[in-house]
């Protein structure tokens, strides 16, 4: 029997409590005893959400004395409607999560993203990020993002630092600490592109950068840009976010793109999502809480099919071998019971599409590629506008 998100409100007795954004950051309240002084000379917070992660629009002025030490505590204030005015600050300092968007900011980033495309499409491009360089820091493999975000900042005139396997090539191989080389990585460069092993890796990075830091990615935790092309690439083949059906298949326990996407879609109204994945690797309950705290439609189902037909967007993912260990009987037992093939096709509505993050094992067979209803190539293009929009954005502000 499918599990919803009714049953699981009911099985939780209202003891998740995981407001909006906005609204979650609405009650806090600044310790002093968490500060400390960035190169800049202000004060961050270090408080677990801590306030770089904060759209500006919602962060309190600090009241300051000649001493810091005298600093007293202010709640923060929610602005109503945030500034997209060209010329002003961009919301975020960092992007490491996907909880720090609300609406808005997603709509105007894919505003950015589309001025992007006609950036890309104008052959020789633009040049308003020279002098800028932006450092890739990636301890684990990546095709897609790595070279997305070196594209980008190229096509918009900038320079890349880049080291392809920081684990084992970097300081990190002696034991450096990753506090250690953020700190001087950013000597050398604008802005950070980090992808870790470690769930929250990106999170203590921002934490203690000068410079911005985008997170490409940490273990098994989340990849905020990946789940805004997602999103961004939804609204262009669908037509829509609101009122939309999603299923999201495979691995979801190890996805940390189904993860970061599903926070996303939790912004649009009557959504509703649908979990299809082997017992081994089922979505973690905490995305099921955060869903059901706002709102959100869910429900687990072991029958792809019946999924597939009432679907928008099929969001296949593969069994991440890499995250099982030393449990390959686990990995087997999961791998190849969810294929999206000419069948599964042949079930789903003309409008609906099938999107992948990739990299693709078996998990989408060669001739779904056919199809026009197949948007993961197109999605993995869209990933070059929204991090085009993204270094734009933090570099320069709107």
Not at 75 to 100: H, N, R, W, Y
Not at 135 to 144: G, K, N, V
Not at 243 to 250: E, Q, S
Not at 263 to 274: E, S
Request: aromatic share 8%; glycine share 6%.
């Amino acid at each position: 029997m499918a599990i919803s998100s009714s049953f699981f409100a009911c099985s939780l007795q209202g003891s998740v409590a995981a407001p909006k954004t906005l609204n979650c950051y609405k009650e806090l309240s600044c310790n002093p005893s968490n500060l400390f002084f960035k190169q800049s000379g202000c004060i961050k917070s270090m408080y677990q959400s801590h306030s770089r992660l904060l759209p500006h629009s919602i962060l309190s002025k600090w009241e300051q004395t000649d001493r810091f030490d005298r600093i007293q505590r202010h709640s923060l204030e929610v602005e109503t409607a945030p500034s997209f005015t060209m010329g002003k600050k961009f919301q975020l300092d960092d992007i490491i999560e996907a909880q720090q968007f609300n609406r808005d900011i997603l709509s105007a980033i894919f505003e950015v993203a589309n001025d992007m495309e006609k950036i890309e499409n104008n052959y020789p491009g633009s040049q308003i990020l020279k002098g800028y360089l932006m450092a890739t820091l990636f301890y684990e493999p990546s095709t897609r993002t790595r070279l997305s975000f070196e594209s980008a900042m190229k096509r918009l005139g900038g320079e890349v630092l880049t080291t392809e396997n920081a684990r084992e090539f970097s300081s990190a191989a002696k034991g450096e600490t990753l506090e250690d080389t953020i700190r001087t990585v950013e000597g050398y460069s604008d802005i950070i592109v980090m992808r870790h092993f470690e769930s929250g890796a990106a999170r203590r990075a921002a934490a203690i950068a000068g410079i911005p830091i985008i997170n490409a990615g940490d273990g098994p935790g989340q990849h905020p840009t990946q789940a805004l092309l997602d999103v961004y690439t939804i609204e262009r083949e669908v037509g829509k976010l609101d009122g939309i059906k999603v299923a999201l298949v495979g691995d979801l326990a190890n996805g940390r793109t189904v993860r970061s996407l599903a926070y996303l879609l939790a912004k649009y109204q009557d959504v509703r999502i649908y979990f299809v994945s082997p017992d081994v690797v089922k979505m973690k309950d905490d995305i099921k809480a955060y869903l059901t705290s706002q709102g959100v439609e869910w429900e687990e189902s072991s029958d792809l099919m019946e999924v597939a037909s009432e679907c928008d967007v099929v969001y296949q993912t593969r069994i991440q071998k890499e995250r099982f260990g030393e449990r390959l009987d686990l990995y087997e037992e999961a791998r190849g019971k969810y294929i999206l093939d000419q069948a599964v096709l042949d079930v789903m509505q003309k409008h609906a599409v099938v999107m992948h993050p990739l990299p693709r094992l078996d998990e989408i067979t060669v001739e779904v590629d056919r199809d026009p209803r197949a948007a993961y190539f197109r999605q993995a293009k869209n990933g070059l506008y929204i991090r085009m929009a993204l270094l734009k954005l933090l570099l320069l502000g709107w």
